[in-house]
């Protein structure tokens, strides 16, 4: 089928936007509005670091293979994106200057941004910049010997400082580092005129750059900043050297190609020239920005009244009876599914801080890719295994940018005595599944854990996801298979294991989607009800898109919730006008993977680990599971619906990929507060 995909960069900057979309509503608390912007630049930074080196290698493919593969030429690549961030970055600046910093007087906060301090401020930016600031100040002479090994580092800031050597006649350039990543960001001064004071390192710095330049005329200073490549070349071994291997990767990660420099606006074209000729950047890769950069920062600003956030909602406890203190006696009575972060998280907790402890466990199996900094889960496997269990953790090193935190666990696990697995170099481990082997009188009980999102506490406060307990036999013997499986390390061989509780790339994963859309299919062929509800954060793989495409032409209604990249393009006339793609950007992350094929009693509902992209469904070892238990079923059918009744903070994506609020006459819906009233007002019937 020769159907038409959109390109997957174009739409994840389209996903950016959305999040701008928030920034700029008025109905969002002020402070929010602030983190909107921080997550905006955020995500632009890691686009360049992660995605725009790869636009640049595609666009290096000859024209045949851009053809086959519906990508654009590279001259349309660039030039949408470039275009495409540009008005971007002017509506950001417009939001921050024109609606948030005056609304942020009004609210008694003066932050300084592009503006002249108060001059009674002096004395104050002065003490603390030579108490607090300069001793981090590191100047570099450019052209100098002493600077020809300098690299900027990635993400960091400096100022390019030009100076006037009035004695000599003589022009020098100097980069002057902002110490942000050491030092905050952010400076409360003293109230002035009943207002707050808030100021950027950035200008303490500028206001006594003749502390550092004593003597010296200071012609011209401009903010710039560089991102680099960020992508890990493939390890060639996958035992313990891996993990020394990939701590030199992550060095040389901080100083690869640069991918982007971004420069104070007004920065004269000489000026850019000489910083392309010393640093090696082609200009094509110069971006105009504002005075300041790094403005993911903005997710720090200093706060002064609570009432410029959303509300802070108390996580539900579910099942209550977790509260007693037996998550595992609760188990063996039901299945549980919880909603995060709608739900608390203490069952997920308590199941790995039982195991912990409890002196009829015997082993304890998990996949970790993404832990917390200060990881409870992680202290709970090694307080088990010094308790004498045998605690097996198959941890993905390479997690992009937890690689770091990865290594620091990894070895602090391995020195507890807990058999620590690696994963290929060529596939990465992205399942968030445990399994708990429990002794009951002379028989062992199997109690599992299958997640859609990380064993993290911390993200579990914030990002949607989902987490089934249950001790289903069929279910916990395939995850035990499954985790021999990896212990082997051997490449994956579909025809030695085969499941058929679980749904897992590189075995099966693909097949059972597609039998569930065909199935659909042959509905619609009967004139019977056909019905597709796919929640996902990421649509790219094109065999899944045409598969969804010829649902649509066979009459299938298709229904999805994408986070982020869709590269299927929906309401086409004779190709996908009966699929309908909405986007969700809340308070909190959209996070959650469901698939629901069917509209009624028979209707299969599934949850897991993974997106619809080729690097999920071929080239990682993910996990989903159909639900059992009818109520469970229910649970995430309803969860789906409610949100695609969303008309509060969903947009509808339109054929020409744009994306359009939903306005309608009927009753305000905005599905994250709703999910939370409902569970709150089941939990309240236990």
């Known amino acids: 089928m020769n159907s038409i995909l959109y390109n997957r960069d174009l739409s994840w900057l389209g996903f950016n936007d959305r999040v701008l979309q928030e920034a700029a509503d008025n109905d969002v608390p002020l402070y929010e509005r602030l983190k909107f912007l921080s997550i905006f630049s955020s995500n632009l930074d890691e686009f360049f670091r992660v995605r725009y080196p790869s636009v640049v290698a595609l666009s290096n493919l000859d024209k045949k293979t851009i053809k086959k593969e519906h990508l654009l030429t590279k001259e349309d690549v660039i030039k949408k994106i470039h275009e495409f961030i540009k008005k971007q970055l002017e509506q950001f600046g417009a939001i921050l200057n024109g609606e948030l910093i005056p609304a942020l007087k009004d609210a008694n906060v003066q932050f300084y941004y592009n503006q002249s301090i108060d001059h009674r401020l002096k004395e104050e930016i002065t003490e603390l910049f030579l108490s607090q600031v300069l001793s ?21 800031l400096y100022l390019i400082v030009t100076l006037h050597n009035t004695d000599k006649e ?124 790094n403005l993911k920062d903005l997710f720090s600003f200093p706060g002064f009244d609570k009432t410029l956030y959303y509300a802070k909602q108390k996580p539900i406890l579910y099942p209550q009876a977790t509260a007693n203190g037996d998550i595992f006696k609760l188990m063996l009575q039901k299945d549980i599914l919880l909603h995060l972060p709608y739900h608390s998280y203490t069952p997920v907790l308590s199941f790995f801080n039982q195991a912990a402890v409890d002196v009829d466990v015997t082993e304890i199996y998990i996949t970790l890719y993404r832990v917390a900094a200060e990881s409870h889960i992680v202290n709970a496997l090694i307080s088990a295994a010094k308790n004498g269990k045998k605690v097996t953790a198959f941890i993905e090193l390479k997690a992009r940018f937890d690689e770091a935190n990865n290594i620091k666990w990894s070895r602090v696990m391995k020195d507890a005595g807990i058999r620590l697995i690696y994963s290929q170099p060529t596939i990465k481990v992205h399942s968030k599944i445990a399994l708990v082997t429990k002794r009951d009188g002379k ?105 969804l495409y010829k649902a649509s032409q066979a009459g299938v209604e298709v229904r999805l919730i ?122 309240g019937h236990e």
């Open 136 to 156: 981090f100040i590191q100047p570099v002479f450019l052209g100098m010997e002493k600077a020809n090994n300098f690299l900027p580092e990635n993400g960091k």
């Open 170 to 293: 003589t022009i020098s350039h100097v980069m002057v580092n902002i110490p942000s990543d050491k030092l905050n960001r952010f400076y409360v001064l003293e109230p002035l005129d009943g207002l707050e004071q808030v100021v950027f390192i950035d200008d303490l710095i500028r206001e006594n750059l003749s502390i550092i330049f004593p003597g010296q005329v200071i012609q011209s200073v401009y903010s710039i900043k560089f991102n680099r490549d960020a992508s890990l070349p493939a390890a060639d071994e996958y035992n313990y050297r891996l993990l020394d291997k990939l701590e030199k990767m992550l060095g040389e990660r901080e100083i690869g190609e640069a991918t982007r420099l971004l420069y104070e606006k007004g920065m004269p074209g000489n000026l850019q020239m000489y910083l392309a000729q010393i640093f090696h950047i082609d200009p094509s890769d110069f971006f105009e920005g504002g005075r300041y950069h």
């Open 443 to 547: 028989n062992n009980v199997n109690y599992a854990l299958l997640c859609t999102g990380n064993f993290n506490e911390s993200t579990a406060s914030f990002y949607t996801d989902h987490v089934l307990l249950t001790v289903d036999k069929k279910i916990c013997r395939e995850l035990q298979l499954l985790f021999i499986h990896l212990k082997k390390k051997r490449k994956s061989s579909p025809g030695k294991i085969e499941f058929k509780q679980l749904y897992v790339s590189q075995f099966n994963i693909i097949d059972e989607f597609e039998k569930h859309i065909d199935d659909e299919i042959k509905k619609a062929q009967k004139g019977l009800p056909a019905l597709i509800r796919i929640k996902v954060n990421n649509l790219e793989e094109s065999y899944m898109i045409n598969l």
């Open 562 to 683: 994408v986070r982020s990249i869709c590269c299927l393009i929906p309401g086409k006339e004779e190709m996908s006008e009966n699929i309908i793609v909405k986007r969700i950007v809340d308070k909190f992350l959209e996070h959650t993977r469901l698939f629901i094929f069917g509209a009624g009693e028979d209707a299969v509902a599934i949850m897991g680990s993974s997106d619809l992209m080729t690097r999920n469904l071929r080239n990682r070892i993910e996990v989903c599971v159909p639900l059992k238990d009818e109520d469970c079923k229910q649970q995430i059918i309803d969860y789906f619906d409610l949100q695609w009744q969303d008309n509060t903070k969903a947009t509808m994506l339109q054929p020409d990929m744009s994306q359009e609020k939903i306005v309608n006459d009927k009753m305000p819906v905005r599905s994250q507060q709703a999910q939370y009233n409902l569970l709150k007002e089941i939990a």
